[in-house]
């Protein structure tokens, strides 16, 4: 990239204070632009769609959907964006559905600012950085040394899970809207995301997968 090009950032966070310090940063920054900020999964998704930044700074917690989905939807609607995870949280259920979802690098947001500009400096070039908990953690899954085996269903929300339940139990959309108290239109875009999460293709592998893994078991 040529020295004179400016590194366009998204950043994505619910708190408008870690906005405005990130922002307040990288401003100071002669290489970096903040195109755009984004409080929610979907605001992030829409602006990077429209701005298609070079790098975006994910939240991992935001109302609504969430960061790993986001990130998912991320690389569909903006495959250029190199995506950072920006989190405080460094456990299993959420570094993996973070990095399989796309994301380059993971780190926390103890990191100092001077540091967070290299690592966008470094997506840029298609290098990846993982805080050193994080890449602990990684070395231990390639090694296979984790302490538990991965839950299969740690990206679906609760409410995911009780229709993906249903769903497997043979209840129709009208049944499982009934049964939950909500729309058919939103059941099936619980199942669209069940779909998405679980790399399925219909509701019949969605039933069988939630049996093979022990989701629901026979009496």
């Not at 090009?5 to 204070?17: G, Q, V």
């Not at 690389?75 to 995870?85: D, E, G, L, N």
Request: overall charge negative; charged content about 25%.
């Amino acid at each position: 990239m040529p020295e004179t090009e400016l590194i366009t950032i998204l950043i994505a966070d619910d708190h408008a204070i870690v906005r405005e310090g990130i922002r307040a940063f990288f401003a100071i920054q002669p290489d970096c632009n903040v195109v755009g900020e984004a409080e929610s999964g979907e605001d992030v998704v829409r602006l990077a769609a429209e701005l298609v930044p070079d790098v975006i700074l994910m939240d991992l917690m935001m109302p609504g959907m969430d960061g790993v989905e986001a990130t998912r939807r991320l690389k569909q609607v903006s495959p250029h964006s190199q995506i950072i995870v920006l989190t405080s949280f460094h456990d299993d259920e959420h570094i993996f559905p973070a990095l399989r979802a796309g994301a380059l690098s993971y780190i926390l947001k103890s990191i100092p600012p001077d540091e967070l500009v290299e690592v966008a400096r470094k997506a840029v070039r298609g290098e990846s950085v993982l805080h050193p908990r994080v890449a602990a953690r990684v070395v231990r899954e390639l090694r296979g040394t984790r302490s538990e085996a991965p839950n299969p269903f740690v990206e679906l929300s609760e409410r995911e899970l009780e229709v993906l339940r249903l769903i497997a139990g043979g209840r129709s959309n009208t049944e499982i809207a009934a049964r939950l108290i909500i729309s058919e239109k939103t059941v099936k875009g619980h199942l669209s995301n069940i779909l998405s999460k679980l790399h399925l293709m219909d509701r019949t592998q969605a039933a069988v997968f939630a049996w093979q893994q022990g989701l629901i078991h026979r009496d």
